[in-house]
């Protein structure tokens, strides 16, 4: 466990996102794996099918990752504070409306595939695929929300080494199961959807397994729900939640818009957007990092020391980006080939629009940055509704501009990559005039959650 209430500010938060950061990078290897190995192995619409399902599913876990992102914000100042039974409390009622809202959202998820698919004018050449994508991983969605509630908790202690051999091992089973059974058996994309199942399995029971042995503030020895506790959660989960829900709801905008362009543009932005997702890792772990060193020294009141932490975070971000642009423009095309099926007769095309779209993003990951920054700065000091406002806020202004772009102003799918840093450069000057105002001070969750009778 990590105390961040003293020493280095600068390069503890540093230190701590670098292990995080490979973690969740094995992280976002599941789904581009999939994305690689259907585009390589079967054709460009596999490859459409997967990016439209993913993108529903993200908006069918939206909730669920946003109320354990608040749940960790509580246990972070708990922590920071010293006030441990109130922290076992927190993990305790967190883990039960967890469960129980996953069994709901798995339900959901299943009986309603077809709708949403429909509603999102997913082409006819690939709505049977992205049917059975989503159908079967939404069947085993419980592992991947067990997995990240506990990496979550850990990262609240100050723990982001531990999560990472877990990922590591199901992350080299998913790649190995992935060509088993699309290159061996010929499983197409329902061989991607199980072997990403599998995996997530063994990521979640080995966390918790490691949790239950090693980590005795994790362990709840009682089952207790905690009404009390659960408002303080809700206080700040709440607005992670709608953030996720928003930009998710946003997305899938977005992926309605992308689906008018046909299968071939979904394809080429999907292979973009996984890339995209990739090299803009660090930036955001960069973010979750400085949110558990905001968190815990907002409990410990150690308000200078929060701001100190942020500045230099700002400059690490910023310099991070510049580094990641020229990074993405080098090997662009060399890794969009990578999901790219040769014997395909839309490679071309499908390769033109992914690179079109990562050129334009790429120039403006500094935007990113400075968003990001704030947000997890927000975050942390627990101004859950402003870290969530600013976010979305972005994303409506994308998802406004892409749609304007496209009938007004007669562009094709870059219009969907222009949008983007419209949306950040606007949110991040709204996001730098709040935070000169000063009125995120005193939102600690430790003055306002006591111990429940």
């Not at 976010?391 to 304007?404: E, K, M, N, Q």
């Amino acid at each position: 466990m990590n105390d961040f209430t003293s020493g280095n500010a600068a390069r503890q938060i540093l230190m701590f996102s670098l292990p995080m950061l490979i973690g969740n990078m094995f992280q976002q290897l599941y789904s581009m794996v999939d994305a690689i190995v259907v585009g390589r192995f079967v054709g460009g619409t596999a490859l459409a099918s997967v990016g439209v399902a993913m993108n529903v599913l993200q908006f069918l876990l939206a909730v669920l990752i946003g109320l354990t992102t608040g749940a960790s914000v509580v246990i972070a100042q708990y922590y920071g504070a010293k006030q441990y039974d109130n922290l076992e409390r927190a993990v305790s009622t967190s883990i039960l409306f967890l469960a129980v809202f996953s069994v709901v959202i798995t339900a959901v998820g299943i009986f309603c595939a077809p709708a949403i698919l429909r509603a999102l004018n997913t082409s006819a050449d690939i709505l049977d695929d992205a049917r059975l994508y989503l159908r079967v991983l939404m069947a085993g969605i419980i592992f991947p929300i067990f997995f990240n509630m506990y990496t979550a908790y850990l990262r609240a202690l100050g723990d982001s080494r531990s999560p990472l051999y877990f990922l590591i091992i199901s992350t080299v089973l998913n790649t190995g199961l992935d060509l088993l059974l699309v290159v061996r058996f010929g499983l197409g994309v329902f061989g991607v959807a199980i072997a990403t199942i599998i995996a997530q399995a063994v990521a979640a029971v080995l966390c918790y397994i490691y949790t239950r042995r090693t980590v005795p503030l994790l362990t709840v020895k009682g089952f207790v729900y905690d009404r009390r506790m659960f408002g303080a959660i809700l206080r700040y989960g709440t607005p992670a939640a709608l953030q996720l829900s928003l930009v998710s709801l946003a997305n899938l905008t977005i992926t309605r818009l992308i689906n008018s362009f046909g299968s071939v543009a979904m394809a080429g932005v999907t292979a973009a957007v996984k890339f995209d997702q990739l090299a803009t890792l660090p930036i955001s772990n960069f973010s979750m990092a400085l949110s558990t060193f905001v968190g815990q020294n907002m409990g410990a009141g150690l308000i200078e020391r929060v701001r100190r932490g942020f500045r230099s975070s700002v400059l690490y971000m910023v310099a991070l980006a510049i580094c990641l642009s020229l990074i993405v423009r080098l090997l662009g095309p060399h890794l969009l080939a990578l999901f790219l099926n040769r014997e395909d007769v839309n490679t071309l095309e499908i390769m033109g629009i992914g690179l079109r779209y990562l050129n334009v993003i790429s120039a403006f990951y500094f935007l990113f940055s400075l968003l990001f920054s704030f947000n997890g700065f927000f975050r942390g000091v627990g101004d859950g509704v402003v870290a969530m406002i600013f976010p979305v806020s972005s994303l409506v202004i994308r998802t406004l501009s892409a749609y304007a772009l496209v009938w007004w102003g007669g562009m094709g799918p870059e219009a969907l990559a222009w949008s983007i840093p419209i949306g950040w450069g606007l949110s991040s000057l709204a996001s730098w005039l709040y935070y000169l105002t000063g009125r995120w001070t005193g939102k600690a969750v430790t003055k306002a959650a006591e111990p429940a009778g």
